[in-house]
Every structure is written in structure tokens, then in C-alpha cells.
């Protein structure tokens, strides 16, 4: 039969301790690197999506589309709100 070996032989080790190491850094490297690739795509998943058909949410932009005379009555109307507004600030 075969000794199972105890602590004090040495005998039954399978692995020596510096090839633990060795793959123990193999992994922490290979870590490294997928999670150094996989921020990097996140941070540059791409162009933000284009602005066309986004409509600006406030009454000037609104009035852009206008014609002059139209577009002119509501900015003073705009103009008189905000010097009545503009205390309240």
C-alpha cells in the first residue's frame, strides 16, 4: 500500500506552494485585464443619440418656430414676466 504521508514527510503534497502562487497572479492578472476592457467599453459605449425630434421645454424655444411678428409678441410677453418674476429670484 501506499503512505499517505503527513505533514511532517512533506509526502501527499500535490502542489507546490510556488505554483499556487504562480496562478493565484495568473488570475489577478487576467482580473486586471477583463476589468480594465470591460470599463473601457463602458466609458466608450458609443455617441449620445442624435437631438432630431427633441423638443426644447420652454416657451422661447417654442416661439423659434414662429413667424417675426408672432415670435416678437411673445418675447416681450416673455420680457414683462420675467422683470415681474425677477424679485421673487
Known amino acids: 500500500m501506499t503512505e499517505a504521508g503527513d505533514a511532517t514527510t512533506g509526502v501527499g503534497r500535490g502542489v507546490p506552494r ?3 502562487a504562480v496562478l493565484f ?5 487576467n482580473l486586471l485585464v477583463v476589468g480594465s476592457l470591460a ?13 432630431a425630434g427633441v423638443v426644447i421645454p420652454n416657451l422661447l424655444g417654442y416661439a423659434s418656430t414662429l413667424p417675426g411678428e408672432r ?3 411673445l418675447e ?3 420680457r414683462d414676466e420675467r422683470s ?4 421673487f429670484r
Do not use: D, F, Y
Not at 415681474?84 to 424679485?87: C, E, K, L, T, V
Open 39 to 51: 470599463g473601457a467599453a463602458w466609458r466608450h459605449r458609443g455617441p449620445p443619440p442624435p437631438m
Open 76 to 78: 416681450q410677453l416673455t
Open 18 to 20: 510556488w505554483l499556487l
Open 84 to 87: 415681474h418674476i425677477r424679485p
Open 25 to 29: 497572479g495568473s488570475l489577478a492578472l
Open 71 to 73: 415670435r416678437k409678441h
